[in-house]
């Protein structure tokens, strides 16, 4: 059973959520244990009170090992973080004697590829293939088995700082379980959010969580650029703080239960009533100055992700336009608003067709964690599968986070 167990731990700002579930199948499980608790000694997605956040994943773990009647041994983990970056590199191998291109020839291009100016205090956290040339043929998606001398990769690679991973691991460890693998938000929420024609034809994923905006280009069926960016929802609720006087518990309960991203669509007549500080009584507030208050930090938001977009020079290419999810994708009027800004199409996602305990996991908040198991499924299977080249042989994850493995993934769909 050991080994068809999956487990995924989603470390937010705001929310921490694990789950467990038995492996079926390529691409299917079911979701035995859901453990969910408000995070702790978390900021901007980044761990700022070790024993806080390591109380608080313990919890979570715990909940979700009491549902499912299992002890989580080994997890795999989100990352995120304003200290998450990313960058595009070129590799070159030659290819020797008269054979196919094999699995040790494209981790020998992924290599040279990796072999960047990388400061000491960073480390590379995925490395992922955008597409292949042999022999000066360019566009080459699968460059296994073909025959040529020379074989180039162009590398989306994505690096996080040592302290920061160090931190995490030390928070999840403290409950005796080992990290797996660590995968970047936005490419876990993808996993959930975005279907095959939009990777193809052009996407941006963006995932509004509490602290942070996460964001991944897609385009030819793989990231193209990735970025944290260090606002989120969490800065909603400040500002509804502030400018109302508000307790941040009140903030939070008035976004979640009345708070619209686009103030044109509120009527002008209705109100809320709130207790402000130093006020014993409830006072009326418009839920149009709430709009206006929540719909300036969204077009803040959507702003920098446009900034983002333009900086990576994809901005013409994203057809598919933009897919959100995290808890803030939530908000009425938020897709409205990301339309109005970024001049694409939108939609929100969320996760789809689950099984097992799925009653408290429907949302768009949860996009992350449930896309951590389907990356998990595929690297629990993946990596018990014989290597084509080599039948003796099984494959290995590169400690780099299987990037190039989840890239044949998708071209060869397992039967």
């Not at 976004?255 to 809320?272: F, L, N, P, S, T």
């Not at 959507?302 to 901005?315: A, C, H, M, P």
């Not at 938020?334 to 789809?352: F, N, Q, S």
Request: with cysteine.
């Amino acid at each position: 059973m050991e080994d068809t167990l999956l487990t995924a731990i989603d470390v937010g700002t705001t929310k921490i959520c694990t789950l467990v579930a038995e492996l079926i199948d390529v691409d299917s499980y079911e979701i035995l244990g859901v453990g969910t608790v408000p995070a702790r000694g978390m900021r901007k997605g980044v761990i700022v009170d070790v024993e806080q956040a390591s109380a608080a994943i313990g919890e979570s773990i715990d909940q979700a090992e009491r549902s499912s009647g299992y002890q989580i041994g080994a997890a795999f983990v989100s990352l995120a973080g304003a200290h998450i970056s990313s960058v595009n590199s070129h590799g070159v191998v030659g290819i020797t004697g008269h054979r196919g291109i094999d699995e040790d020839d494209v981790d020998r291009a992924l290599d040279a590829a990796q072999a960047i100016a990388i400061p000491h205090n960073r480390e590379v956290m995925h490395i992922i293939p955008r597409g292949f040339e042999v022999d000066g043929q360019d566009g080459v998606r699968s460059p296994l088995g073909m025959y040529g001398f020379r074989l180039e990769v162009e590398a989306h690679i994505v690096t996080a700082a040592k302290t920061s991973v160090q931190n995490l691991t030390k928070c999840i460890e403290h409950s005796g379980v080992v990290v797996e693998q660590f995968v970047l938000n936005p490419l876990a929420a993808a996993e959930v959010a975005l279907n095959e024609t939009e990777r193809e034809m052009g996407v941006v994923v963006c995932d509004i969580g509490g602290g942070t905006t996460d964001m991944a280009i897609f385009i030819e069926g793989n990231v193209w650029h990735s970025m944290v960016l260090s606002v989120g929802g969490q800065h909603i609720t400040s500002d509804l703080a502030h400018g109302l006087r508000l307790p941040i518990e009140i903030a939070e309960g008035i976004k979640c239960d009345h708070g619209h991203a686009w103030q044109r669509q509120v009527e002008a007549h209705e109100h809320i009533n709130v207790r402000p500080f130093g006020s014993d009584t409830p006072i009326q507030i418009s839920r149009a100055e709430l709009a206006h208050i929540v719909e300036a930090r969204a077009e803040e938001i959507f702003t920098l992700v446009l900034q983002e977009i333009k900086r990576s020079g994809y901005d013409g290419l994203l057809p598919a336009g933009i897919v959100l999810t995290g808890g803030s994708a939530r908000l009425p009027g938020l897709r409205e608003i990301a339309g109005d800004v970024l001049g694409l199409p939108v939609r929100v996602a969320e996760p789809a067709n689950l099984r097992g305990l799925i009653d408290n996991i429907s949302g768009p908040e949860y996009a992350t964690t449930v896309g951590l198991l389907n990356w998990a499924a595929r690297e629990t299977i993946f990596r018990d599968t014989p290597r084509s080249s080599n039948g003796s042989s099984e494959r290995t994850k590169r400690s780099t986070g299987g990037g190039w493995l989840e890239f044949f993934r998708r071209l060869t769909p397992m039967s």
